[in-house]
């Protein structure tokens, strides 16, 4: 794994770059573009964004990357939704999470150098290479009724786009994002509709859920409560996912009435991907720990994320990135020093993005790559 944190000429961007690659075959990257001076209003900060990543994107290491997913956050997406241009980077998404380095907008991208079939249709992007369909979903909402009963129409929607090719939300979804206006108040109407459209698909607690992060945000049209990204892959073999759980630490999800993995393992032939779901200070009991201290909430957090990522064989040193949500605006500064000092060169993004139990102050995600030797299986 290789770490840098590299300012952009002439834009005033800073740009932390994590970067994978195998002994042969596909590089991955993660970027996260920070405006660096937040003096300057929305435009000019999206503004240079924009030219950074044109900047960075034509510098000759990246010249062979495309990238496959990004998500733009952002402080007010009623008024600067409407500025932003369409993005032709992969399965593009935005989301109010307002960073909270004091900026107005943030950029997360996602890269690979690999050669392949692509093709971008209707807010999806898929890549076609050696035996495997990745297709990223990007920004499915709904605006019709309440919390549940726009998910419900947001699963339907994605399981026909799955089954247009040849895929399933069961045999095929690895990792889902639902991002839900109010959170406190319509959080419990997309578990209950999340809930009821698993069981029709044959996702219970006898066989598997899916890798999920459910959290606070403002979807980009004003009628939607819930917004949704998601990433799926045809061509996997039985013993190539692994579900991770962890439970000295953490219990099953179903015990208190939720449906989703707390992680996901994908072993190929040359590494393994380890998607952790959003993960809080909470015991193998589901109660929540530390309740009002956010310092040690952080640092049951990282515990429990660690023993996530032990399971699956891998550490904090494959972690290539990390998004971490706060109920409280107040708690960024010692929140980030903490993670600053901990983890100095992972790219990591703080936003203002209330959790769905308001005990926990502090929640995170991260995706970890890392070698794998798995000859029985093709390569990524």
């Known amino acids: 794994m290789f770490f840098r944190t590299i300012p952009i000429a002439d834009t005033g961007v800073i740009v932390q770059i994590s970067r994978y690659d195998a002994v042969q075959g596909v590089t991955e ?28 994107l034509s510098m000759p290491e990246f010249r062979s990357a495309r990238c496959m997913q990004s998500r733009w956050f952002v402080s007010d997406i009623a008024n600067q939704f409407p ?54 979903a990007s920004a499915v909402t709904s605006t019709e009724g309440g919390s549940g009963a726009q998910t419900a129409e947001i699963l339907d929607y994605y399981e026909t786009m799955l089954a247009d090719r040849g895929m399933t939300l069961a045999a095929d979804c690895v990792r889902t994002w639902f991002f839900v206006r109010d959170v406190d108040t319509h959080y419990q109407g997309l578990v209950c509709a999340r809930r009821e459209n698993f069981e029709a698909q044959g996702l219970t607690s006898q066989t598997h859920f899916i890798a999920s992060t459910g959290i606070g945000g403002s979807p980009f049209r004003t009628a939607s409560l819930v917004q949704m990204d998601a990433y799926a892959v045809k061509g996997l073999e039985e013993g190539q996912v692994q579900y991770l759980q962890a439970l000295t630490h953490l219990n099953p999800t179903y015990e208190y009435g939720v449906t989703f993995e707390r992680g996901t393992k994908i072993s190929y032939g040359d590494r393994e991907h380890l998607f952790i779901s959003g993960t809080a200070s909470i015991d193998c009991h ?4 530390h309740v009002g201290d956010v310092v040690a909430q952080t640092h ?28 409280d605006i107040a708690d960024y500064t010692v929140v980030s020093e903490m993670f600053r000092q901990r983890f100095p060169d992972v790219p990591c993004i703080i936003t203002l993005a209330p959790v769905c139990r308001p005990a926990w102050l502090i929640e995170m995600e991260c995706v970890a790559v890392k070698e794998g030797h798995h000859p029985s299986f093709r390569n990524f």
């Open 83 to 136: 500025l932003m241009t369409p993005f032709p980077d992969g399965a593009s998404s935005v989301i109010q999470q307002p960073p909270l380095d004091g900026s107005k907008v943030a950029l997360w991208m996602y890269l690979l150098s690999a050669e392949g079939d692509a093709s971008s249709d209707d807010g999806t992007f898929s890549l076609h290479r050696n035996g495997y369909t990745h297709l990223w």
């Open 29 to 56: 990257w993660h970027l996260i573009f920070h405006p660096g001076s937040c003096t300057d209003g929305f435009q000019s900060q999206y503004g240079r964004l924009i030219a950074a990543r044109e900047s960075l």
């Open 300 to 327: 049951r957090m990282w515990e429990n994320v660690e023993a996530l990522l032990h399971e699956g064989g891998a550490a904090f040193t494959d972690v290539m990135q990390m998004i971490v949500y706060l109920r």
């Open 286 to 289: 589901g109660e929540v720990v």
